[in-house]
């Protein structure tokens, strides 16, 4: 089911999906001109937090969590990006250090741009440019969402609305009039929401209980958008 009109996704969804589409053929040649395509593993780091860029990665197939990790080693996850999305890029255009770390989530298949290649690029493609800054600034809008969000919504309503925008991501890989499965460890779902585990088993139980949703193991599947909709209280 089509959540358009009833909930706004943007407001909570990066979208890199767009930044390489439709490039002059020159600037995609060279943009990929020293790629290289490879096949990670579930719990495969891509980058950690502190150390400097080495290029970009754009995600061909499957899901990454981008985190932060405190002085006790507790995971934050700030935003999970899935097939079609691009990342890393960030500490290239700042000219610093990783500001986070990122994992991968399920087997992936990732290509990976080096710096030298991307910068090149940007250098000669206006449209390029022009698609980041836009990307920037909504990625900005987004981080901004979510801070009302964690002061704001409770632990409850922080949850409704993460399942929400995980399964319009999971969506993308989903068989086309199949159950969109949310596949996502409760830990990790946990850090997403910003509470304990055991406050999401407690409340995923509360819904598998009202027939919001089912699970089977660890996959979980909205049996009822509108009323996970309406706990969200996204306005």
């Known amino acids: 089911m ?15 999906e767009s930044i390489f589409a439709d490039l002059r053929p020159e600037d995609f040649e060279l943009l990929t001109a020293h790629k290289s395509e490879h096949v990670y593993k579930k719990n ?69 741009i080096p710096k030298e290649d ?51 991501k999971h969506k993308v890989d989903a068989v086309e009039g199949a159950p969109v499965e949310i596949n996502i460890s409760r830990e990790d779902l946990a850090s997403l929401v910003g509470t304990a585990r055991e406050n999401v088993i407690r409340i995923l139980t509360e819904f598998k209980e009202k027939g919001i949703l089912e699970t089977k193991g660890r996959k979980i599947i909205v049996k009822d958008i509108n009323t996970l909709i309406k706990i969200a209280n996204h306005k």
């Open 44 to 112: 495969d780091i891509l980058f950690r937090e502190g150390t400097y860029p080495s290029g970009i990665f754009f995600i061909n197939k499957g899901k990454v969590k981008k985190y932060k990790v405190d002085k006790d080693g507790k995971e934050q996850i700030i935003y999970l990006a899935n097939t079609a999305q691009l990342i890393g890029y960030h500490a290239i255009l700042s000219g610093d250090r990783y500001p986070d770390s990122a994992a991968v989530m399920e087997e992936s298949v990732i290509t990976f």
């Open 118 to 168: 991307f910068l090149k690029t940007l250098d000669q493609s206006p449209a390029l440019n022009k698609r980041l800054l836009k990307t920037l600034s909504h990625e900005f809008a987004v981080l901004a969402n979510s801070l009302t969000m964690f002061a704001q919504k409770t632990v409850r309503e922080r949850l409704a609305l993460q399942l929400i925008v995980i399964r319009e």
């Open 2 to 16: 089509s959540i358009k009109g009833l909930f706004p996704i943007d407001k909570w969804d990066f979208k890199s």
